[in-house]
Each structure stands twice: as C-alpha cells, then as structure tokens.
C-alpha cells in the first residue's frame, strides 16, 4: 500500500520567503507528526495532530512555523519569513492512532534557504 | 526531560562481523521504544517496537532488546546491504512525540 508521501523533495528559497511543505500520511491513520532534521541529527518533534486539530506544538522553534490539517487527512507546515538556520530535512509521519503507535515516516522535504 | 543516547557514532564492520549498537534512555514512563533504519536521502524506516524489559524481536540478521535502561541492536553476519545509520527512539507514558538519538552510523564492508 502507499506509504506516508511528502511534496516537493526539494525546496529552495530566499531568506525572508514563505514557504509550505505538504504531507499525505497513510490512509486512516488518525494521527500525523512533523519533525525536522538537521545533518548528523535524529528529527526533532515539531508538532503533532490527532484528527483535524493540534494535540501537541510544543516543538515548533517560534511563531513564524505553523502547520494545519484542515480535513484531518492532509497537512501542510507552513514557515513564514525563512531563516538559513530553518535549513533542515522536514520529515512527516503516521501512525493509526496515537500514543505508543509506530510512527511511519515519509521520504521528508530538504528545505534550503539561502 | 527524555534523553536518548547512541553509541558506538560509527561503526564500521566486514561483511560476517556480528556486532551490537546500544541506545541508553531515560524516559519519564516508557510507552515504546523503537528502532529506525535510515538511508541518505530517505525518511527513516521502521524496524522494531519494544515496550517493556526483557522483550525481543528480531528481523532477518538484525535482532533488538530491551532492559530498563538500554536496548541493543544485534547484527548478526551483516551484509554490506546492512550499511544505514540506526536510530533508536523513545515514546513516553504522557505524550506522543518520539525523541530520538543521533544514530549509528554502520558501514559493512564486502
């Protein structure tokens, strides 16, 4: 079955831009994630969604990083006037339900910013 | 605060050398515990959940463990198909983000 999808691969963009990632986790999984990570790093919790809402942002950095599954399927994180230290590999994950849930990842979107 | 630490940063074997790679934690109520497999360029990829001490599973030549401190993956006659960086991820009892460690970078050579 197809698995947990990410659009683009690759971004890049100028200091200052606005940017949106996209994530298309595993059909009737409830529950998605974004992480980010850096070279030589394992992904860093972002934020986490249970249905269309946000149970979790406790690790978004600041307020310029917003993320929303409107539908409770899709989700797009949403970074707004980008820095070159938000350059990272943004990685979504699924799983079915929740808590102690294998979390399935997607191949990530590179963001660079130049 | 949950803290996952990987060792050894690399390792590098030759194709039939049996190794382990430790992950230690410290995790407030230990929901799971997994293990990652990832490739350059790619998403990291599941290989095992274990969720309370003295479980075992294992997959092909690759078998991991769990004690209330550590867990190890065991690589027995790996392959150079083997070579990936391994991660080692704990969930805890009151929420749902994984933390993870850096990983171990294997490399097997034929």
């Known amino acids: 079955g197809a698995g947990v999808s990410q659009t683009p691969s690759n971004k890049v963009t100028e200091k200052g831009k606005y940017v949106e990632l996209r994530c298309d986790p595993i059909?009737?999984?409830?529950?998605l994630y974004w992480y980010r990570q850096s070279l030589g790093q394992g992904p860093e919790f972002l934020i986490y969604f249970q249905g269309t809402g946000a149970a979790d942002d406790s690790g978004l950095p600041n307020d310029r990083f917003f993320a929303v599954r409107p539908e409770g399927s899709v989700s797009t994180l949403k970074i707004q006037r980008t820095e070159r230290g938000d350059s990272a590999v943004y990685l979504c994950a699924s799983s079915p339900q929740g808590a102690g849930d294998t979390q399935y990842f997607g191949p990530g979107t590179r963001l660079t910013v130049l | 605060e949950d803290q996952v630490t990987q060792s050894p940063e690399a390792l590098r074997l030759q194709e039939g050398e049996s190794s382990s790679l430790n992950c230690s934690y410290t995790v407030s109520g230990l929901r799971g515990l997994f293990w990652y497999r990832q490739d350059p360029g790619k998403g990291p990829e599941f290989l095992f959940t274990l969720y309370s001490a003295g479980e075992e599973k294992e997959k092909e030549r690759l078998k991991a463990t769990l004690t209330k401190k550590e867990s190890f993956l065991h690589i027995t006659a790996p392959k150079p198909e083997d070579s990936a960086t391994y991660l080692c991820?704990?969930?805890?009892?009151?929420?749902?983000?994984?933390?993870f460690g850096k990983g171990t970078l294997l490399t097997v050579n034929p």
């Open positions: 059909s009737g999984h409830t529950a």
């Open positions: 991820a704990v969930s805890p009892g009151s929420n749902y983000k994984l933390t």
